[in-house]
């Protein structure tokens, strides 16, 4: 088709030139006697006009070749725009996850395995993984406004807020809640989750987080609960200072407050806390409604304040020895 265009474009010039010559030469005959002259003029009246229509052409062509240009980068931008837009979401959040302190690589490994999904032919388990997806999700959205619960007892939690503490961790521990409302030994502490949670204590103490814990007895509880005494022996030996808190020693205005109240403060920036249901029978082991991770400034600074006021009436532990009750007859150094 193009070189069909070119051809007749050619004998259309060819056509012009020669039908303009032919006609500039009569008349040059009754101007000019020179028959020289005469086809000189003739030859030239022919040239200026095929320039003139190679001009016309190239200009036509030049229009043909900027529109078409014009279009492409029309569409080149239409193209990019497009492309930008559906980017321009996924930077604006990847920027987001940095300025949060988030790992973006973290971030990104999660995407790509779940893009990897595509592979799974077995429909339960991408059900299952949007479900956990959908679950986190929520936790974020809770966490964006301060709080956040669980229903049940968490064990993710607890041991994520351990594994990532950098400063400090104060927990109170009650008999209501670690020690299923009979012997610290037998309940919480000798659970799965509980070696779990004491291994992952002695590595934030290895790396320079001070742990502090409180456990509030409750009648008859004393010095002699043999079962107390071994798990305070046990976390003291792995740099966790440990306080004992007898129904004596609490102050007043506290005691309704520890019972059935348990919580843990993770680098004074977050509550984590258990929630248990009344107990309508002292038989009835209890039993956990909800657990809580709590943000809000007011709720943290009430909760560091007890704790501070519990630890500075809770008895060290070992006990301490009177110096002077140490060196009567039959003491022991």
Same mark, same amino acid.
Request: glycine share 8%.
């Given at each position: ?13 060819i056509?012009?030139?020669?039908? #303009? ?26 040239? #200026?006009i ?9 200009e ?12 492409? &980068?029309?569409e080149?931008?239409?193209? #990019? ?64 406004d ?27 521990s009650?008999?209501?809640v ?18 779990r ?24 509880? *004393?010095?002699d ?7 305070c ?22 005691? *309704? ?27 009835? *082991?209890?039993?956990?409604?909800? &657990? ?27 006990p301490?020895v009177?110096?002077?009750?140490d ?7």
């Amino acid at each position: 088709m193009f070189r069909s265009d070119a051809r007749t474009s050619v004998l259309r010039k060819i056509l012009v030139t020669s039908l #303009v010559g032919g006609l500039t030469f009569p008349i040059t005959n009754i101007l000019v006697d020179s028959t020289a002259a005469q086809f000189g003029a003739a030859i030239g009246a022919g040239a #200026v006009i095929l320039i003139i229509q190679f001009l016309i052409d190239f200009e036509r062509r030049l229009g043909v070749v900027e529109d078409s240009q014009q279009e492409q &980068t029309t569409e080149i931008r239409h193209a #990019v725009d497009e492309g930008f837009a559906k980017i321009g979401p996924a930077t604006r959040l990847y920027a987001d996850l940095e300025k949060a302190g988030l790992d973006n690589g973290t971030i990104s490994q999660l995407v790509t395995q779940a893009a990897a999904l595509r592979e799974q032919p077995v429909p339960l388990v991408t059900s299952f993984v949007k479900v956990e997806v959908e679950r986190m999700t929520r936790m974020l959205r809770s966490l964006r406004d301060h709080e956040a619960t669980y229903e049940g007892e968490d064990r993710d939690w607890l041991l994520a807020l351990t594994r990532s503490a950098e400063k400090s961790v104060d927990a109170i521990s009650t008999p209501g809640v670690d020690a299923a409302g009979k012997d610290f030994q037998g309940g919480f502490w000798g659970s799965d989750l509980g070696q779990r949670y004491m291994s992952l204590q002695r590595d934030a103490v290895r790396r320079g987080v001070r742990i502090r814990r409180i456990f509030v007895v409750e009648p008859p509880g *004393n010095l002699d609960d043999l079962s107390l005494t071994s798990l305070c022996r046990s976390q003291a030996s792995l740099g966790i200072e440990v306080r004992v808190l007898y129904p004596p020693d609490i102050p007043n205005f506290m005691k *309704n407050y520890l019972h059935p109240h348990d919580f843990i403060l993770f680098d004074g920036t977050m509550s984590y806390e258990i929630v248990q249901a009344p107990l309508l029978d002292e038989a009835e *082991n209890p039993m956990v409604l909800y &657990t809580r991770v709590m943000l809000h400034q007011y709720d943290l600074r009430e909760r560091t304040e007890r704790f501070g006021q519990l630890w500075e009436a809770a008895k060290p532990y070992p006990p301490e020895v009177d110096p002077l009750q140490d060196t009567k007859p039959g003491g022991h150094r």
